[in-house]
């Protein structure tokens, strides 16, 4: 416990606590973490309204009571387990702020991918659907660069489009329609220019999903069926019914299912089936066009 005025944090004795204090301290409690220097960080800007910088030209700033007890609670309910972003309430991703919470999944940096390749073929006129939108992570970003273009954004979880339209209205973007739907089952005509979705795609029986940050997820935002393909199968039957000539699909899948969604993708009459690579050198997004 950090709080006792004559508390001792690794054997010394400390009245107070300042900043350089609290990220040797964090840095320490967190090693069960695989970023116990960056989690530390987040954290404690949290609990001083801050920017990463401000810990470091600060560093003798001393903590409050008040902020040492959220720190230290932070820091608990981190090893716990709990994800940094469901502690802060927040992830950031593209240039937006998202409120996160457990009812949706964490937006990952390698999602950011999936913006840059749909960013490149958007025109003004189109229309895009965003499915699975979660915390809108996608259809916001493509909605903050192009503010001319209609983005639908679906989610079948209503906690989960309850976050995404928070964060349309906090992000002040006006221009993303929210729809509860499964995919695109109730879609009957080819009304889109392009679908991005990045669906679950874990195997059901991946130990993964017992460890780490996604044990705090909701599994229908991860798991998939015995291969991980389910939705993906799905969405890609359904985007063949639902795009307009010339549109685009874009999907995000598991690290080793590239080949697979590359061929659903051309089994199911889509052109220009690409696969794109995430800043790990992953194959992660598969997109093709559906020229008629
Ligand atoms: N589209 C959201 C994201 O990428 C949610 C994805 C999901 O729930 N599988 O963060």
Redesign the pocket.
């Known amino acids: 416990m950090l709080l006792d005025n004559k508390d001792a944090i690794h054997g010394i004795e400390i009245e107070t606590l300042n900043i350089a204090n609290a990220l040797s301290y964090g840095r320490q409690e967190l090693q069960s973490s695989d970023s116990p220097d960056v989690d530390t960080q987040v954290l404690l800007c949290h609990v001083l309204d801050c920017q990463t910088v401000y810990l470091h030209s600060w560093s003798d700033q001393e903590l409050s009571m008040a902020q040492q007890q959220q720190f230290e609670g932070y820091l608990q309910l981190r090893n716990n387990g709990r994800p940094v972003a469901h502690i802060i309430g927040q992830r950031g991703?593209w240039s937006l702020d998202l409120k996160v919470t457990d009812a949706?999944?964490?937006?990952?940096p390698d999602?950011e991918l999936?913006v840059e390749l749909a960013l490149a073929k958007i025109q003004p006129t189109m229309t895009v659907v965003?499915l699975?939108?979660?915390?809108?992570?996608?259809?916001l970003s493509l909605a903050v660069e192009h503010t001319d273009t209609t983005i639908f954004a679906s989610?079948y979880s209503e906690g989960?489009l309850a976050v995404a339209q928070h964060n349309a209205r906090a992000n002040q973007l006006s221009n993303v329609h929210f729809i509860q739907a499964s995919w695109l089952t109730a879609c009957q005509d080819e009304c889109f220019d392009m679908v991005v979705?990045?669906?679950?795609y874990i195997e059901d029986d991946d130990p993964h999903l017992l460890a780490g940050d996604v044990r705090f997820e909701?599994l229908s935002?991860?798991a998939s069926g015995a291969d991980g393909l389910d939705d993906i199968r799905l969405i890609v039957e359904q985007a063949h019914r639902c795009l307009r000539a010339d549109g685009w699909l874009l999907v995000?899948h598991g690290y080793h299912q590239a080949k697979q969604v590359r061929d659903l993708f051309t089994g199911a009459g889509f052109n220009h089936v690409s696969s794109h690579q995430d800043f790990g050198g992953n194959d992660r997004v598969v997109m093709g066009q559906l020229t008629l």
């Open positions: 991703f949706t999944l964490i937006p990952r999602t999936l965003d699975g939108t979660g915390t809108g992570a996608i259809a989610d989960a979705s990045n669906p679950p909701p935002a991860l995000e």
